[in-house]
């Protein structure tokens, strides 16, 4: 077959024959009487490997190698390969996810296209204070895509920079519900507190339904954070985590005060004083947890509230027993 023939049956060009032909490649069968090349089925076959190497991503040389290398292994270069692959996808994906960011803005113009790209850029800086500044233009009016704030905010360790992303999602509101949300399906748990500090400052619905769901998680940490936001907001479904929080000493002052805000409500007033009082009753609290379950009941109202000081006043601790008698004297009891 002349190299017209062959490149119809194989759908490789005459020139990339030739080239093939000039790295070594390929080796035509012969020449005919005019001095044209032939080739042999053997050669039709070899262009067929070829091209099966070269759509692996193997490039020319390595193709030659796996050819005619009788030791070649391959294991070795796929992986590699593989690699480069994974790169390349990672890459393209990280760049749809900007474009895609850039593009829910809406830009009206190149300049707002621009200042944008500028945001995500300083947003994913080295630099701490550079962050912040992004972060801090965003909330005082500066435009950039939500979704692209809460990545920045899951992610940041910095405690003044996570501060100024926080600030900048709350004015973003119900937008920022959302791309907040994603973060509590994160398999990491600092991940999923960082999304409920950032939802615990947005007063608005979705953001509370959220935090509820977050009392459920498998992490204490992300449910002690979730109960002392909710606790904030007035949800009665926060007091069992927080009377836990009290009893084990964690942000214990935070949870006492925010059990005292949801005391405002007589009915459950009641209930709040009756779980610290059971705590006691079951003998879960050593003296230390004992003294803050007093200092606990000291901010919520009502008879069981007050019956619970009666019997801690008896303590056997004495720090318990006159702590509790003085709260006593102060409600006149």
């Known amino acids: 077959m002349l190299i017209g023939e062959v490149a119809r049956r194989s759908g490789v060009s005459a ?21 044209y090349r032939e080739y042999a089925d053997e050669d039709v076959r070899r262009i067929f490997h070829i091209e099966s190497l070269r759509s692996l991503g193997l490039g020319l040389r390595d193709v030659a190698r796996a050819l005619d290398d009788p030791g070649f292994t391959p ?29 829910a803005a809406e830009p009206a113009g190149w300049e707002e296209v621009l200042r944008a790209v500028a945001l995500l850029q300083a947003l994913r800086s080295p630099s701490p204070g550079e962050r912040q500044r992004a972060a801090l233009c965003v909330a005082e009016g500066g435009a ?23 600030w900048a999602l ?16 994160s398999a990491e748990p600092e991940v999923r507190e960082r999304a409920v500090r950032a ?17 459920e998680d498998g992490d204490a940490g992300v449910r002690r954070s979730a109960a002392l936001a909710l606790g904030v907001r007035g949800v009665a479904r926060a007091v069992p985590a927080l009377t836990d929080m009290v009893v084990e000493g964690v942000n214990d002052v935070d ?27 079951h003998g879960a609290a050593a003296a230390p947890g004992r003294l803050r379950l007093v200092q606990a009941l000291a901010g919520i109202p009502g008879g069981t ?23 006593l004297r102060s409600r006149g009891a």
């Open 144 to 166: 950039a895509p939500v979704p692209a704030l809460a990545e920045a905010a899951l992610g940041e360790t910095d405690a003044a920079v996570a501060g100024a992303l926080r």
């Open 170 to 185: 709350a004015r973003a509101g119900g937008a920022a519900v959302g791309p907040l949300g994603e973060g509590l399906r």
């Open 305 to 327: 509230a007050a019956g619970a000081l009666a019997d801690l006043s008896r303590d056997e601790d004495r720090s318990v027993s006159r702590t509790a008698a003085y709260l």
């Open 255 to 281: 949870a006492a005060d925010a059990l005292s805000a949801l005391a405002g409500d007589p009915a459950l007033a009641e209930r709040i004083a009756a779980g610290l009082r059971g705590r006691l009753v």
């Open 199 to 215: 939802l615990a400052e947005i007063p608005l619905h979705g953001a509370t339904a959220l935090l509820e769901e977050a009392l």
């Open 75 to 103: 294991s070795g270069l796929i992986e590699e390969l593989a690699r480069q692959v994974r790169e390349r996808i990672a890459a393209e994906s990280r760049l749809l996810t900007r474009l895609e960011r850039i593009g």
């Open 15 to 35: 020139r990339m024959l030739r080239h093939y032909e000039s790295l070594g490649l390929l080796r035509p069968a012969g020449r005919s009487g005019a001095g």
